[in-house]
């Protein structure tokens, strides 16, 4: 009898709890109806504007000769198509039912896919939750927005609504396509006062910079190395995807197409400037930074290239395009470096290559920027390895004689060796950093 009693009485608490659940959903649902009722129309327009923008943005990023105006437009007939067929899938599925999902559908995809381009493929799980309260935003934004200028109602709660959403929306925006919030580090560095030097130490320092950044004197000759036949040397792809791999979504998919691979194959690639006339000379291995996977950013540090070149080193700067833009994957930028020097050093050793006994094998230096700059650490780290340190069944044998690090704004702890700091000795380490600081 005690446990029938038990029951019942659970079953009455349940029964209260139901009962008060329908009360309170029809008081909500009142209060939804005399405020947002039959504003479908204002969230279906937002999320076709959204998405339109969003769309000539997504153009405007992988097709950059095209012009605003070209880019826009394709957006608009491409929004059009692609809400076309998520209507047609729908009906097909639901009936006449749920179309307010589609509305949501498309403009958070797109929303997403911005946020991880923006973040540079940081932080998938913040951007999730941030293209969901954005998306909530733009819905109660169109909603709001559509009592008050078609159907005419004035409440509190639209207009309230809509101020809150407006500046939520524009906060958001203001992160995503601008530099952020106002930041005045560099208009402040600009109008510091400037220290007072004698004439005649600065005119030496003058002299002596512009001596020290001269050309050499020594001929220099250039080439790049690939897979392909736009490619000077011929070279092999190596399995990145042990290391790092793409987003399943959108940006993922554009990605594949893009480059026409995927990491399994991600080819060694690179640029090489050589003193024509010089043997045995130091070589120095540089990597650019997290950049828009676009732009070819190794041929950027073709100033850098002739310079060092013109003064008695061979300076190759490695290709790391196919790590751009994703998360987690600084470690294989390490990888793609010490597989670009292992194939550099065989044209050194090959009597038929132009490289042939170019690079003193012995004086090997390797340099970066950003995360370019992090992964020479982990390189050097790795270079000193018999296995990889998060999976020992993945072998190593590069065993290089690096002498020397450069690191230009390095990031710091973006890939962590079996969760520990990248910790490296018995090396000449260079940091060359920014600064906050402000001098009086």
Partial sequence: MKIYGGFQKMKNLMHRLITKLKVIWKIFHSYWNR??????????????????????????????????????????????????????????????????????????????????????????????????????????????LWAIIKLRRQTITLFITLVITTIGLVSVGTLLTGEGFEDRYIENFLTMKEEKTLEDNQNVADEAFVDAIAQGEVEVASLEYGVGDSFDLQSNTYNLSLFAQRDSSLSGWVMDKYFDYDLKNAPITGKVWYPTTEKDCPVLFIVHGNHNYTTDSYLGYDYLGKYLASNGYVVVSVNENSCNQLGNENDGRAILLLENIKQVLKYNKDKTNPLYQKIDEENIAIAGHSRGGECVSTAYLFNGYDVYPDNGNIKFNYNFSIKSIIAIAPTADQYMPA???????????LLIHGTNGYGK
């Fill in 35 to 144: 405020n947002f009722g039959d504003t479908y129309k204002g969230l279906a327009i937002c999320s076709v504007l959204f998405s339109s923008i969003g769309m000539a943005g997504a153009v405007l990023m992988y097709f950059t000769p095209l012009s605003i105006e070209i880019s826009y437009l394709i957006g608009i007939v491409v929004t059009i198509v692609v809400f076309g067929v998520l209507f047609l899938g729908a009906k097909i599925l639901f009936g006449n039912r749920r179309k307010g999902i589609i509305y949501w559908c498309l403009p958070f995809v797109l929303f997403y896919e911005i946020a991880i381009e923006a973040t540079q493929g940081n932080g998938s799980e913040a951007n999730f939750f941030l293209a969901v309260i954005t998306i909530v935003m733009l819905d109660l934004f169109g909603r709001s």
């Fill in 419 to 429: 969760q520990h700091e990248v910790s490296i000795s018995d090396v000449n380490y």
